[in-house]
Antibody
Framework: QVQLQQSGTELVKPASSVKISCKAS????????MHWIRQQPGNGLEWIGW????????KYNQKFDGKATLTADKSSSTAYMQLSSLTSEDSAVYFC??????????WGQGVMVTVSS | DVVMTQTPVSLPVSLGGQASISCRSS???????????LHWYLQKPGQSPQLLIY???NRFSGVPDRFSGSGSGTDFTLKISRVEPEDLGDYYC?????????FGSGTKLEIK
């Protein structure tokens, strides 16, 4: 069965960076796009971007250009998102989600990132 | 960006009753390939969103037939019949026809 296991809660300082992971299992990692989605406290969902692990191609929501960097390691079937120059605005839950035919069919459990000094 | 306007914001329903959620887009969601990429998700408290309906009207595996989706162009609806306690949570529509992908602002389904 398809599973996306994300890394644990992060407490980070302003102006720093954080890298969160999403380990995929139960399917061929290189055959599906992996997307990242942000949910700020009490708010809705925002799409950050996708990576295609098969060739490393990426596409970002312009809003997150320079903020998020997506990578993937085929050997471990793990997708990563690095967030840089963190501010309190980046405090949120971050989800990874697999897509098939333009929709997200499986989601990770989410990673809470808190930016605080 | 395509703006997805979801109504109502809050929807009190009685158990066993029917609920209807509207999602309107600021431009047509018909892709150049002829498909319409409008999908519906339910986020239960403390959980990640789960797929209910994909491409307007197709129920995802394991989703009860109490859930149905309809619509075209810019106007879409999710209907839930015979509401059960497990249906409570936040419902979101998602368009993936245009970049960037955008979600509706959500509808909270709660018990009346």
């Amino acid at each position: 069965q398809v599973q996306l296991q994300q890394s644990g809660t992060e407490l980070v300082k302003p102006a720093s960076s954080v890298k969160i992971s999403c380990k995929a299992s139960g399917y061929t990692f290189t055959s599906n796009y992996m997307h990242w989605i942000r949910q700020q406290p009490g708010n809705g969902l925002e799409w950050i971007g996708w990576i295609y692990p098969g060739n490393g191609n990426t596409k970002y929501n312009q809003k997150f250009d320079g903020k998020a960097t997506l990578t993937a390691d085929k050997s471990s079937s793990t997708a990563y998102m690095q967030l840089s120059s963190l501010t309190s605005e980046d405090s949120a839950v971050y989800f990874c989600a697999r897509s098939v035919s333009y929709y997200f069919d499986y989601w990770g459990q989410g990673v809470m990132v808190t930016v605080s000094s | 960006d395509v703006v997805m306007t979801q109504t109502p914001v809050s929807l009190p329903v009685s158990l066993g009753g029917q609920a209807s959620i509207s999602c309107r887009s600021s431009q047509s969601l018909v892709h150049s390939n002829g498909n319409t990429y409008l999908h519906w998700y339910l986020q239960k408290p403390g959980q990640s969103p789960q797929l209910l309906i994909y491409r307007v009207s197709n129920r995802f595996s394991g989703v009860p037939d109490r859930f149905s989706g309809s619509g075209s162009g810019t106007d879409f609806t999710l209907k839930i019949s015979r509401v059960e306690p497990e249906d409570l949570g936040d419902y979101y529509c998602l368009q993936s026809t245009h970049f960037p992908l955008t979600f509706g602002s959500g509808t909270k389904l709660e018990i009346k």
